[in-house]
């Protein structure tokens, strides 16, 4: 019994990159083309998750409703929880405090802004929902339409990845990563634009 799961990010938003986490910014213009792009005419799925932000969402309806196929919003899918980033470009976070974005990255468990969300509280809530996921679509292909931090935490999940190493997982814009589960072992597959750091 395979079930394969295909993580998408979603495109650029309105206001282009931030440390957006939970504001719900509509996407550009060019981040729906981007989606468009990604997915090209091959639809291979048979349902569709999605985070319920609308950068998320409102791609993953349309997609639905254009080839007919069930859709889920999972709240549970939602990007993490930046705290005082929320909203903020990464220039304005280092213009305050340099040097802070280098210690989130080398340090993601510990160096959080403050009133973020916890990580093992963000990764324990993406596992919950895959774990759900897995169990309500076995044996199905389903395309997860969600945010970068979901991206990695199902990745950390999946994979068994540390969660002080998840922010070396880059994951591009509109970006296409698959997961396959066969008997409990997932196998990872990269054909879109997400990449792992060395």
Request: hydrophobic share 45%.
């Amino acid at each position: 019994m395979t079930t394969t799961v295909d993580l998408m990010r979603h495109g650029e938003p309105v206001g282009g990159r931030r440390y957006r986490g939970q504001v719900d910014d509509p996407l550009s213009e060019r981040g729906w083309a981007q989606m468009h792009a990604a997915i090209g005419d091959t639809v291979p799925w048979t349902h569709i998750v999605s985070s319920p932000l609308l950068r998320c969402r409102a791609f993953a309806e349309t997609l639905a409703d254009r080839h007919g196929l069930p859709l889920a919003l999972d709240a549970r899918l939602k990007e993490v929880g930046f705290g005082e980033w929320e909203g903020k470009a990464a220039a304005e976070i280092e213009q305050d405090a340099p040097g802070t974005l280098a210690r989130f990255k080398a340090d993601p468990v510990n160096a959080r802004p403050a009133g973020a969300e916890p990580l093992a509280d963000f990764h324990a809530r993406v596992a919950t929902a895959l774990e759900d996921l897995l169990a309500q679509y076995a044996s199905q292909h389903v395309l997860l339409v969600g945010h970068a931090g979901v991206m990695r935490m199902a990745l950390a999940w999946a994979l068994h990845i540390p969660l002080e190493h998840a922010y070396r997982i880059e994951v591009a814009t509109a970006s296409l990563t698959r997961l396959r589960f066969e008997s409990g072992r997932a196998s990872l597959i990269f054909h879109g634009s997400s990449r792992v750091d060395r």
